[in-house]
Each structure stands twice: as C-alpha cells, then as structure tokens.
C-alpha cells in the first residue's frame, strides 16, 4: 500500500467515524429536545395544580368561616356557602383533569394511597411514603 492508499484509508475512517458522531449527537439532541419538553409539560401543569390547590385552600377556610359562623347562631348565608361548594367542586375536577394529564406524559406515577403526583422513576410516594406497586401502574 503506497502513502496515498494510507492516507485515503485513515480520511474514510475519520469520517466514517465523524458520521457515526454525528448521528449519535443528533439523536442525544433529539432525546434531549424532547425530554426538556417533557419536563417543560410538567412543570406548567404543576404550577396550575399548586394555584388550583391554593384556591380550594382558601375555599375551604371560607366554608368553614360560614360554617362556624351558623355554630354560632349568627346570620349566614347560603348563598354564599351554595357559592363556595360549587366553586370547590369546579376547582377540584379542574384539579383532578390536570393530573389525568400529567400521567398521559407517562413519566408520572399517582399514589393509590394519597393520590399525591410524582416522577415515574421513584419507587416510594413523596407525599405519605407508601411504596408504589407496579401492579397498580397496570390498573391505570
């Protein structure tokens, strides 16, 4: 093999490899792309589940001003209870369809003992501790 062939040889290997670079970091950026969109998903539904959760918070202070109010044999309104329930019942199936979605992005998993949302990868809820069963995935 003279030095031309040699040197033609090495090029076709360095680029054979460069192109086998190449489609990797594609892929990886592609991967990655969809990973931080992913997580992007996530964290704007679990922004909207923390005010929504805020909400039915103040709701439930509310509800039990008047409630407390009525113990006391002083004038309410049921109107403004009326008011409240829906408003409660509104927010917590607002509640209820933003963790329906957070599950479709499929790496999430919901604990069937508190119904607290977490990361697909742990294996114990962080809201109670309970451990999660991967039969209860397959219920879902």
Request: hydrophobic share 35%.
């Given at each position: 093999?003279?030095?031309?062939?040699?040197l033609n040889?090495?090029?076709r290997?360095?680029r054979?490899?460069?192109?086998?670079?190449?489609?990797f970091a594609?892929k990886?950026a592609?991967?990655a792309g969809?990973?931080?969109?992913e997580i992007y998903?996530?964290?704007k539904?679990?922004?909207?589940?923390?005010?929504i959760?805020?909400?039915?918070?103040?709701?439930y202070?509310?509800?039990?001003?008047?409630?407390?109010?009525?113990?006391?044999?002083?004038?309410?309104?049921?109107?403004?209870?009326?008011?409240?329930l829906?408003?409660?019942?509104?927010k917590?199936e607002?509640?209820?369809?933003?963790k329906?979605e957070?599950?479709?992005?499929?790496?999430i998993?919901?604990?069937?003992?508190c119904?607290?949302?977490?990361?697909?990868s742990?294996?114990?809820c962080?809201g109670?501790?309970?451990?999660?069963?991967?039969?209860?995935?397959?219920?879902?």
């Amino acid at each position: 093999m003279n030095m031309n062939e040699k040197l033609n040889d090495i090029i076709r290997k360095i680029r054979a490899s460069a192109t086998v670079a190449g489609e990797f970091a594609a892929k990886t950026a592609e991967s990655a792309g969809k990973k931080a969109s992913e997580i992007y998903s996530a964290s704007k539904i679990n922004l909207r589940i923390f005010d929504i959760n805020t909400d039915i918070d103040v709701l439930y202070k509310d509800i039990g001003r008047i409630i407390y109010a009525s113990h006391r044999n002083q004038e309410t309104s049921t109107d403004e209870l009326e008011a409240k329930l829906a408003a409660l019942d509104e927010k917590t199936e607002k509640l209820e369809q933003l963790k329906a979605e957070l599950i479709a992005l499929k790496n999430i998993k919901v604990c069937h003992n508190c119904g607290e949302v977490f990361d697909k990868s742990g294996s114990f809820c962080p809201g109670c501790g309970a451990r999660y069963q991967e039969e209860q995935e397959q219920q879902q």
